[in-house]
């Protein structure tokens, strides 16, 4: 029996730059990966002497309707001066395909990763994302999925233990672990759905970048040559979401509780600068941090037929992995029952 083949392994440099050409862009034959996991992302130097940025959505993961919700988000965001890189608008459309691939092709931005210890690093990026959730509450999204418990935390466990993920040895203590985690966000109002609905101003859900990591903000220094904009620059709203603010500051924060409070505080001052924000969102960082870690390793998992996955994350799927799931997911519920962090 032949072996089912990716779709991303019929993904060929010779097809990248067909589809450029396809909407009229045509390439000099220099064609770089970039690191990508859920999508397939490459640089490309045009003959005219641009480079543009083009990436190949993973196939059936956002409808065509969904991605282009995304990139209206992103325009909205760049109408308002907000510096964020969005898909250039090619033969009518921001979204195009070619063969069996939706993609779309956005400017090159060079960048290097921002300076988090750096309080005034944090105060500046602070100062954006409050920008950028001004535009988010706008309007809400109307196809794309909330960040909620049961699509980030009961379906992936569900997942997970229905398609036997989790190694026999270790799966009974990582099904009872879980589950007391999903049970401790679910008595969290924010998340218990009629609690939140019942308070007098339920914490506000908003459009938001969704994936608001180190790596998806471009740092330009103030040293940069002339015609740089300096300062931060957001890529990759490909996780854009409805959500509390608050999901887009926490997977800024590192280190001890000390160092999280100190690095929230700037960003949090620069926030308040152009947008307030509800100090109730601080209980709910550590049931997003939990959620996220179930939601990745469903993420993982369902990508394994993906030959980069297995490349990658080496690691994924032994006794060990779950057992380190199983140690992080019990300090999450300790953590949870924690005071949250002040600023």
Same mark, same amino acid.
């Given at each position: 029996?032949?072996?089912?083949?990716?779709?991303?392994?019929?993904?060929?440099?010779?097809?990248?730059?067909?589809?450029?050409?396809?909407?009229?862009?045509?390439?000099?034959?220099?064609?770089?990966?970039?690191?990508?996991?859920?999508?397939?992302?490459?640089?490309?130097?045009?003959?005219?002497?641009?480079?543009?940025?083009?990436?190949?959505?993973?196939?059936?993961?956002?409808?065509?309707?969904?991605?282009?919700?995304?990139?209206?988000?992103?325009?909205?965001?760049?109408?308002?001066?907000?510096?964020?890189?969005?898909?250039?608008?090619?033969?009518?459309?921001?979204?195009?395909?070619?063969?069996?691939?939706?993609?779309?092709?956005?400017?090159?931005?060079?960048?290097?990763?921002?300076?988090?210890?750096?309080? *005034? %690093?944090?105060?500046?990026?602070? +100062?954006?994302?409050?920008?950028?959730?001004? !535009?988010? #509450?706008?309007? &809400? $999204?109307?196809?794309?999925?909330?960040?909620?418990?049961?699509?980030?935390?009961?379906?992936?466990?569900?997942?997970?233990?229905?398609?036997?993920?989790?190694?026999? *040895? %270790?799966?009974?203590?990582?099904? +009872?672990?879980?589950?007391?985690?999903?049970? !401790?966000? #679910?008595?969290? &109002? $924010?998340?218990?759905?009629?609690?939140?609905?019942?308070?007098?101003?339920?914490?506000?859900?908003?459009?938001?970048?969704?994936?608001?990591?180190?790596?998806?903000?471009?740092?330009?220094?103030?040293?940069?040559?002339?015609?740089?904009?300096?300062?931060?620059?957001?890529?990759?709203?490909?996780?854009?979401?409805?959500?509390?603010?608050?999901?887009?500051?926490?997977?800024?924060?590192?280190?001890?509780?000390?160092?999280?409070?100190?690095?929230?505080?700037?960003?949090?001052?620069?926030?308040?600068?152009?947008?307030?924000?509800?100090?109730?969102?601080?209980?709910?960082?550590?049931?997003?941090?939990?959620?996220?870690?179930?939601?990745?390793?469903?993420?993982?998992?369902?990508?394994?037929?993906?030959?980069?996955?297995?490349?990658?994350?080496?690691?994924?799927?032994?006794?060990?992995?779950?057992?380190?799931?199983?140690?992080?997911?019990?300090?999450?519920?300790?953590?949870?029952?924690?005071?949250?962090?002040?600023?």
């Amino acid at each position: 029996m032949t072996a089912s083949i990716h779709p991303f392994e019929t993904l060929t440099p010779d097809l990248v730059m067909d589809a450029l050409a396809s909407v009229g862009l045509y390439g000099d034959g220099r064609l770089m990966a970039l690191s990508s996991y859920e999508n397939r992302v490459y640089q490309a130097h045009l003959e005219d002497g641009r480079a543009v940025v083009a990436k190949f959505y993973r196939p059936q993961r956002w409808t065509d309707q969904q991605i282009l919700e995304e990139h209206s988000f992103s325009a909205e965001l760049m109408a308002a001066e907000i510096p964020v890189v969005g898909p250039l608008s090619l033969q009518g459309s921001t979204l195009n395909h070619f063969g069996d691939f939706a993609f779309s092709v956005s400017p090159r931005r060079g960048g290097r990763a921002p300076e988090l210890d750096d309080p *005034d %690093v944090l105060e500046w990026v602070g +100062r954006f994302l409050a920008r950028i959730h001004a !535009v988010g #509450a706008q309007r &809400p $999204f109307v196809s794309r999925p909330a960040l909620d418990l049961a699509s980030f935390g009961i379906e992936p466990r569900e997942w997970l233990l229905a398609h036997d993920q989790v190694p026999l *040895d %270790v799966q009974a203590l990582w099904a +009872r672990t879980s589950q007391q985690a999903i049970d !401790v966000i #679910a008595a969290c &109002p $924010f998340f218990a759905g009629a609690s939140q609905a019942r308070e007098a101003e339920p914490i506000r859900q908003l459009r938001l970048h969704g994936d608001c990591h180190p790596g998806n903000i471009l740092w330009t220094p103030l040293d940069a040559p002339a015609g740089a904009l300096p300062g931060p620059h957001f890529v990759d709203l490909d996780d854009a979401r409805s959500g509390p603010a608050v999901q887009d500051l926490w997977m800024l924060l590192s280190g001890d509780r000390q160092q999280r409070t100190r690095q929230l505080g700037a960003l949090v001052d620069g926030y308040e600068q152009f947008r307030d924000f509800d100090r109730r969102e601080l209980a709910l960082i550590e049931p997003l941090r939990t959620l996220r870690l179930i939601h990745y390793s469903a993420w993982l998992a369902r990508r394994w037929a993906d030959p980069t996955f297995p490349i990658n994350f080496p690691w994924f799927g032994s006794s060990d992995y779950w057992q380190g799931q199983v140690q992080m997911l019990q300090d999450q519920i300790e953590a949870m029952q924690e005071a949250p962090l002040v600023v």
